[in-house]
């Protein structure tokens, strides 16, 4: 099992930029593609990005051109830099295995933009 801790999450205005960080343990980090994810109030968690194990990234329409996620193997780590933050985009934002994701969710990191 795959021990995540976000971070990196605060409030911001619309159109400022946040980066958000994840640590996982374990080698299989390595092994899997990893993914953010973002749970907004009343809403489902959804998948906003993903990098597989060998970095390739996609992205939901909504978050394309302003979010980027990468991955740094050495570290164990998944980042992701927003860019241009609209409220919509407020939610707690998670990160975990990107193909299918574990159970065990970290806190995650909320991210609220407002002015």
């Known amino acids: 099992q795959v021990q995540l801790v976000e971070s990196g999450g605060g409030l911001v205005q619309p159109g400022g930029s946040l980066r958000l960080s994840c640590a996982a343990s374990?080698?299989?980090?390595?092994?899997?593609?990893m993914g953010w994810y973002r749970q907004a109030p009343g809403k489902q968690r959804e998948l906003v990005a993903v990098?597989?194990?060998?970095?390739?990234?996609s992205y939901i329409d909504s978050v394309r051109g302003r979010f980027t996620i990468s991955r740094d193997n050495a570290k164990n780590t998944v980042s992701l830099q927003m860019n241009n933050l609209k409220p919509e985009d407020t939610a707690v934002y998670y990160c975990?295995?990107?193909?299918?994701?574990?159970?065990?969710w970290g806190q995650g990191t909320q991210v609220t933009v407002s002015s």
């Open positions: 975990n295995k990107g193909d299918w994701p574990s159970d065990n």
């Open positions: 374990g080698s299989i980090f390595t092994r899997v593609a």
């Open positions: 990098i597989t194990k060998g970095g390739i990234t």
